[in-house]
């Protein structure tokens, strides 16, 4: 891949496009990025999962479903769901928004985590309401490295306007998560247990007595408190190992089941199949240089802001208004969609650098 194809990520805080924003008084944890997509890292957490595809190409698997998003693609994962992605294009990159689910669940008024059927196509991702969401996102991402209260106000003003969006146009009548109460030590101590043990041969009744609760008490719990039963949760810590390790190990994938607690490659390889719609061997040969590039930097570093086309992209859905299309008449959405007078030297920089380079070549 040739220096012009890669990635700009960045090392600093300062550099990334990235925020992690905690209110404790208005009960509000959020935290946004853009990063690169490489392999499947399976994953699932009780925050509000919602990706803007902002270049390249990606495949996400929930749940055993396997679909194929391109820019400006919009879609939510709801809380615990299972999931991963893989670029199946170089340089594929999203904007995430995490959105923690007590605060989804404050709006409610039952307690209970709502689920949203978000989930744009080639057909309806110009439709007005993925617009919005991607416009908002966008400048939410764009004024991140503004402090004080006014950015502050400003960028929790832009989330709870995703919010709204959400559940005015999105949100799935009828089925709520579980309610969100105070978590169990049980729990607690279960599912330490099991992300330490997972590759020793488990049961309900051998970690039951480990935490020091019964069997049935456990049985209950963990449907009630992470949506899917014990053994349900432990497929998942397993496979969510050893995917990372097919593809960062040469090892065969009968060493790599065993050593992640299936009991056979036969048993690893339906769980495979079930969840991600393919075999271990087949996700493999689907791994690519490009995935392990972005693999290396995993949510340790994120884009940078001096990423020019992902710049691009962030301030062309910034300006475009939720009716579709037009330019966006806020003042502030306009001024963020507007090159920094810094970034508007390094885009100078960068074009004056690159001709003096085609002048020395023609000069040899």
Excluded at 8 to 27: N, V
Excluded at 165 to 191: I, K, M, N, Y
Excluded at 287 to 293: G, M, V
Excluded at 344 to 362: K, N, P
Aim: aromatic share 8%; proline share 4%; glycine share 8%.
């Amino acid at each position: 891949m040739g220096a012009s194809a890669e990635i700009s990520t960045e090392t600093s805080a300062e550099g990334q496009l990235r925020r992690d924003h905690s209110a404790a008084a208005r009960g509000l944890e959020a935290h946004q990025r853009v990063y690169a997509i490489g392999s499947y890292h399976y994953n699932w957490h009780p925050a509000l999962e919602l990706l803007a595809v902002t270049t390249g190409e990606i495949e996400l698997c929930v749940a055993g479903r396997i679909e194929r998003f391109s820019p400006g693609d919009v879609v939510a994962i709801n809380s615990n769901d299972g999931h991963a992605t893989l670029a199946t294009q170089p340089r594929s990159t999203v904007l995430l928004l995490h959105v923690e689910a007590a605060y989804l669940a404050s709006f409610t008024g039952s307690g209970s985590v709502p689920r949203f059927g978000c989930r744009s196509t080639e057909q309806t991702r110009r439709e007005p309401a993925f617009t919005r969401l991607r416009a908002l996102m966008a400048r939410m991402m764009l004024m991140s490295d503004r402090h004080g209260p006014g950015a502050t106000a400003a960028w929790e003003s832009g989330l709870l306007a995703v919010v709204s969006t959400l559940f005015d146009h999105f949100l799935l009548p009828g089925q709520p998560g579980p309610t969100q109460t105070e978590g169990h030590r049980a729990l607690e101590r279960a599912v330490a247990h099991v992300d330490e043990h997972f590759r020793e041969r488990l049961t309900l009744e051998h970690v039951a007595r480990k935490v020091g609760f019964s069997a049935g008490y456990l049985s209950q719990i963990f449907p009630q408190q992470v949506g899917m039963t014990f053994s349900q949760y432990l497929t998942r810590v397993r496979l969510r190992h050893a995917t990372r390790e097919l593809g960062e190990s040469p090892n065969r994938i009968a060493t790599i089941a065993l050593d992640n607690g299936f009991p056979d490659v036969k048993a690893f390889n339906t769980a495979f199949r079930r969840t991600f719609g393919r075999t271990p061997s087949a996700y493999r040969r689907l791994l690519t240089e490009d995935t392990r590039a972005a693999d290396s930097v995993f949510h340790q570093r994120y884009v940078s802001r001096s990423d020019h086309e992902v710049m691009r992209v962030l301030r062309g859905w910034a300006a475009q208004d939720a009716a579709g299309g037009a330019e966006e008449p806020c003042a502030t959405a306009a001024l963020l969609a507007r090159p920094t007078p810094l970034e508007e030297a390094v885009e100078l920089a960068r074009a004056l650098s690159a001709r003096l380079e085609e002048m020395t070549g023609s000069e040899r």
